[in-house]
């Protein structure tokens, strides 16, 4: 039961990448919303346990389609400069959920009849209905809108976002050129299809898709999943497991708050590879004190679980979720977020359903398996994971491939940002390696005519990733 809503998140979050580019971010947010809130309300009056695992099913679909795609809406409605912060109070908000849910189990114990396990499960249609009315209310995402060719509501949104509604403003006309002319280059490209993507973005897919893949495998549903289970093998027993998932709970939102600070100023990688250790040498730790059961062992699991939560939510709970609509460019970003989220989904099923067995087969060396997992973070975080940071305005996902002559990403950060990709074929663009021009160089005019909003689609155009624009 605890691992069957994973199955319809995966399944869910598969699809999503379409559909978000179909119909826009703000509708899926809204059918998301919608979806899940009838699943949870399924689960809230089930009267057997085929109802039950429908409404859970059910739900698992809605925050498939959330999980996916709110990163992705997040992202494009963000302000380059603290795109990390945004992301990162995000994902505090989703751990306040999670606490808020395990105070509930909490005092949920104390009422006697189903009303004890009925009223936590209404809670999900609460949240889901608030999520649904919000949905109503905010805007559309300004690239999907110049993806589309709604340049007028795109400017409009714009000027909202960054222009206080004047769509004269410097900085919101400035933002419209720089995104316009994104995707009139990524047009060029040609398709948009899965094929295409792995093959020009492999490595960027591949580092999204394992990122998320290591998150949940460094063994944090261990703990979000099962916290009382953990504690009552570790010595506490009843309503004081439940207790003491709670303080944990409480911990981990607080972890969650320093990102919001460090995440613009260190970068994205520091902060992944800080917390692969700390979760290292806790697991460790809280496999070495559960083999020694000592009178001490209840209190210092607790100290070394919450030590364990706090690695976690500062470093490899926010930063996964940031890098894929970071690194993607707008052009397969949909696609390529719903299936680093797909992945995360599957391995959350994966650690769900293996978590209960696998504690009674090994018991203490199970967390040793989790620390072992987390040192693979820290080697895939210094060999594979880019840098994306400290550029106040470019990203990896809006940057064209650098002359062969620049050897460094702009300002000197990180490394260069064409090791991303294995062949970049951006069209009259000279690359790095042998020095070629690939097709046809476009028309001195191009950047300036798109930076003005003068080019529009011809109506045989029209819909066509890569078809060309004429002057309107």
Same mark, same amino acid.
């Not at 498939?64 to 795609?69: E, N, Y």
């Not at 409605?77 to 992301?87: D, M, Q, V, Y």
């Not at 999907?144 to 509501?153: G, P, Q, T």
């Given at each position: 039961?605890?691992?069957?809503?994973?199955?319809?998140?995966?399944?869910?979050?598969?699809?999503?990448?379409?559909? #978000? %580019? @179909?119909?826009?971010? /703000?509708?899926?947010?809204?059918?998301?919303?919608?979806?899940?809130? +009838?699943?949870?309300?399924? $689960?809230?009056?089930?009267?057997?346990?085929?109802?039950?695992?429908?409404?859970?099913?059910?739900?698992?679909?809605?925050?498939?389609?959330?999980?996916?795609?709110?990163?992705?809406?997040?992202?494009?409605?963000?302000?380059?400069?603290?795109?990390?912060?945004?992301?990162?109070?995000?994902?505090?908000?989703?751990?306040?959920?999670?606490?808020?849910?395990?105070?509930?189990?909490?005092?949920?114990?104390?009422?006697?009849?189903?009303?004890?396990?009925?009223l936590p499960l209404l809670m999900q249609c609460v949240m889901g209905g608030l999520?649904?009315?919000?949905?109503?209310?905010?805007?559309?995402?300004?690239?999907?809108?110049?993806?589309?060719?709604?340049?007028?509501?795109?400017?409009?949104?714009?000027?909202?976002?960054?222009?206080? #509604? %004047? @769509?004269?403003?410097? /900085?919101?006309?400035?933002?419209?050129?720089?995104?316009?002319?994104? +995707?009139?280059?990524?047009? $060029?490209?040609?398709?948009?299809?899965?094929?295409?993507?792995?093959?020009?973005?492999?490595?960027?897919?591949?580092?999204?898709?394992?990122?998320?893949?290591?998150?949940?495998?460094?063994?944090?549903?261990?703990?979000?999943?099962?916290?009382?289970?953990?504690?009552?093998?570790?010595?506490?027993?009843?309503?004081?497991?439940?207790?003491?998932?709670?303080?944990?709970?409480?911990?981990?939102?607080?972890?969650?708050?320093?990102?919001?600070?460090?995440?613009?100023?260190?970068?994205?990688?520091?902060?992944?590879?800080?917390?692969?250790?700390?979760?290292?040498?806790?697991?460790?730790?809280?496999?070495?004190?559960?083999?020694?059961?000592?009178?001490?062992?209840?209190?210092?699991?607790?100290?070394l679980v919450v030590i364990y939560n706090a690695a976690f939510g500062y470093s490899?709970?926010?930063?996964?979720?940031?890098?894929?609509?970071?690194?993607?460019?707008?052009?397969?970003?949909?696609?390529?977020?719903?299936?680093?989220?797909?992945?995360?989904?599957?391995?959350?099923?994966?650690?769900?359903?293996?978590?209960?067995?696998?504690?009674?087969?090994?018991?203490?060396?199970?967390?040793?398996?989790?620390?072992?997992?987390?040192?693979?973070?820290?080697?895939?975080?210094?060999?594979?994971?880019?840098?994306?940071?400290?550029?106040?305005?470019?990203?990896?996902?809006?940057?064209?491939?650098?002359?062969?002559?620049?050897?460094?990403?702009?300002?000197?950060?990180?490394?260069?940002?064409?090791?991303?990709?294995?062949?970049?074929?951006?069209?009259?663009?000279?690359?790095?390696?042998?020095?070629?021009?690939?097709?046809?160089?476009?028309?001195?005019?191009?950047?300036?005519?798109?930076?003005?909003?003068?080019?529009?689609?011809?109506?045989?155009?029209?819909?066509?990733?890569?078809?060309?624009?004429?002057?309107?």
């Open positions: 039961m605890v691992a069957i809503l994973e199955v319809g998140a995966f399944i869910s979050s598969l699809m999503v990448g379409r559909i #978000g %580019d @179909i119909i826009g971010r /703000r509708k899926t947010i809204f059918y998301g919303s919608c979806i899940f809130f +009838v699943g949870g309300a399924m $689960q809230t009056f089930a009267q057997n346990m085929a109802m039950m695992m429908a409404g859970r099913v059910l739900a698992g679909l809605g925050v498939g389609m959330l999980s996916t795609i709110v990163p992705v809406y997040q992202s494009e409605i963000s302000p380059p400069h603290n795109r990390g912060k945004l992301a990162c109070i995000e994902f505090t908000g989703n751990i306040v959920g999670y606490a808020t849910s395990v105070w509930v189990d909490y005092f949920c114990g104390f009422i006697k009849g189903d009303l004890s396990w009925r999520l649904g009315l919000g949905s109503l209310i905010i805007v559309e995402s300004p690239r999907w809108l110049l993806d589309h060719d709604h340049d007028e509501e795109g400017i409009v949104v714009i000027a909202n976002l960054y222009g206080g #509604g %004047d @769509i004269h403003n410097p /900085r919101a006309r400035e933002e419209f050129r720089d995104i316009k002319m994104d +995707v009139l280059l990524q047009r $060029q490209e040609g398709e948009r299809t899965y094929s295409e993507m792995f093959k020009r973005y492999g490595r960027r897919v591949f580092i999204a898709m394992s990122a998320q893949a290591l998150a949940q495998l460094n063994g944090i549903n261990v703990i979000s999943y099962y916290a009382p289970y953990v504690f009552e093998r570790a010595g506490w027993v009843g309503h004081d497991a439940v207790l003491m998932a709670g303080i944990n709970g409480i911990t981990y939102v607080l972890s969650t708050i320093p990102p919001w600070y460090i995440v613009d100023r260190w970068g994205r990688r520091p902060i992944l590879l800080s917390g692969a250790i700390a979760m290292v040498v806790s697991l460790s730790l809280i496999s070495y004190v559960m083999y020694l059961d000592i009178s001490y062992t209840p209190k210092l699991v607790v100290v490899w709970g926010p930063i996964p979720w940031l890098y894929p609509p970071e690194i993607l460019p707008l052009k397969i970003r949909s696609k390529g977020a719903s299936l680093s989220t797909a992945t995360n989904w599957a391995f959350n099923w994966l650690v769900g359903e293996m978590t209960p067995i696998l504690q009674d087969l090994i018991t203490w060396r199970l967390y040793l398996v989790h620390a072992f997992f987390c040192a693979v973070s820290f080697v895939v975080g210094m060999s594979l994971l880019p840098i994306p940071s400290k550029t106040p305005r470019l990203t990896i996902s809006s940057v064209l491939p650098l002359p062969r002559n620049m050897r460094r990403s702009p300002r000197g950060y990180g490394r260069p940002l064409w090791r991303l990709d294995a062949r970049p074929r951006h069209a009259g663009v000279v690359h790095p390696g042998p020095a070629r021009r690939v097709g046809r160089a476009p028309a001195p005019g191009l950047a300036h005519a798109a930076a003005a909003g003068r080019f529009r689609a011809t109506p045989r155009q029209r819909g066509h990733p890569g078809a060309g624009y004429r002057s309107a």
